[in-house]
């Protein structure tokens, strides 16, 4: 049972637990964030009014419960809103306000080599006829940034129907998709035998591509195999050896430059490892192809800053850190370009390699699984 009092001026109410929690919340807080249907338009949830409307005055004047329902009153508007004490709870913000740099939130699962036996991995055919399938398998690749898909047609273009499973394509200057296999006179390196460092894709993009999506279609050549690396766990490895040195890589911007097509031009300014402003771990973005010179690091600060730059590759280049796998015709991977970096081994010889890749947002997967989430609660209910 949860109990509420408001403090004697209006403006602090306490939502007090049996377990002795006591969860604070402004006056100003509930009044913006009143569920009536004056405030909130009922069936899409948006907001009805903005702050302007609300007086900067605002106070509770008056609170009734019964159960889990709390009815307060606003002064001077003199309008009545009714919560509910469970939905207060989970919507709390009273907690302590430090956390570490390079926090993540807790569906966020940091991982190594030893995923390998674990990897978030579905059937084609599985994932489209099984909402259960379907929606364990989107999990896995929001919990790990990573995920594989087995057993899909072994047809060009059969890559847009994995992306099909949960948002758009995300067209570029590469097309809407594009080939990955060797090239007489390549505008990418991708686009040799040359083995490749693990990397985040197109880090001159702003904003970036967060997901990528790397579909096989040929794959006897000997080599090529694929590799993934938790930049998300390989930062805080950085930081937990040195955070001086995961200091400057979160302090400062690089420069990624792309202009290996003609017409093409792409720039952007961005740290390695980005984070929020409360410290959130946000984005990685590291590719030794595309990264430009650096020019936005002080001379005193740039020999050490290259040194964490260093160490940083290091603990990417580290095998223990490392899944790696050879893609079938017909499997896929795919990946969290924010997060996971990727890289591949070289290949040569006899037999080919074909893959194709294109990119997708995450906004829409994150999505598309927040929906299935909801409907399989209600369900269960
Ligand atoms: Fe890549």
Redesign the pocket.
């Known amino acids: 049972m949860q109990n509420a009092k408001l403090s004697e001026d209006g403006q602090i109410l306490t939502v007090l637990s049996d377990n002795g929690s006591a969860l604070r919340f402004h006056a100003i807080w509930l009044r913006d964030n009143a569920q009536d249907p004056e405030t909130r338009q009922p069936d899409n949830g948006q907001r009805l009014i903005a702050l302007r409307d609300i007086p900067d005055t605002i106070r509770m004047s008056r609170m009734d419960q019964d159960g889990s329902a709390l009815t307060l009153t606003f002064a001077p508007e003199n309008k009545t809103v009714c919560y509910d004490l469970g939905w207060l709870t989970a919507h709390t913000y009273d907690r302590p306000s430090e956390r570490t740099p390079g926090w993540r939130p807790d569906h966020i699962k940091l991982w190594d080599g030893r995923l390998a036996g674990a990897v978030p991995a579905a059937d084609f055919d599985a994932v489209h006829s099984s909402g259960d399938v379907m929606r364990n398998w989107l999990s896995g690749i929001r919990r790990y940034g990573f995920g594989k898909l087995a057993g899909g047609p072994v047809e060009s273009g059969a890559l847009l129907k994995v992306v099909d499973l949960f948002g758009y394509v995300r067209e570029t200057n590469y097309g809407k998709w594009f080939e990955v296999r060797t090239e007489v006179k390549p505008s990418n390196l991708?686009y040799t035998g040359l083995g490749?460092q693990a990397?985040?894709?197109?880090p001159y993009r702003d904003p970036v591509p967060t997901l990528?999506v790397?579909y096989c279609l040929e794959n006897s050549a000997e080599g090529g195999e694929n590799m993934v690396v938790d930049g998300f766990h390989a930062a805080e490895r950085l930081r937990q050896e040195n955070e001086h040195w995961f200091d400057l890589l979160s302090r400062h911007c690089v420069r990624f430059e792309y202009s290996g097509s003609d017409g093409v031009f792409l720039r952007s300014r961005r740290p390695m490892i980005e984070l929020a402003p409360d410290g959130e771990m946000i984005a990685i973005r590291f590719?030794n192809r595309s990264t430009a010179a650096i020019t936005d690091v002080p001379f005193d600060i740039m020999q050490e800053y290259y040194a964490a730059y260093r160490r940083l590759g290091e603990i990417i280049d580290d095998p223990a850190m490392q899944v790696s796998f050879k893609l079938e015709p017909g499997e896929s991977f795919i990946v969290d370009n924010t997060r996971v970096l990727?890289?591949?081994k070289g290949y040569s010889g006899a037999g080919s390699r074909w893959l194709q890749?294109c990119y997708a947002d995450r906004d829409g997967l994150l999505s598309t699984l927040a929906v299935m989430e909801t409907q399989s609660l209600e369900a269960a209910e």
């Open positions: 991708a490749l990397h985040t894709d197109n990528q790397l590719n990727h890289a591949r890749g």
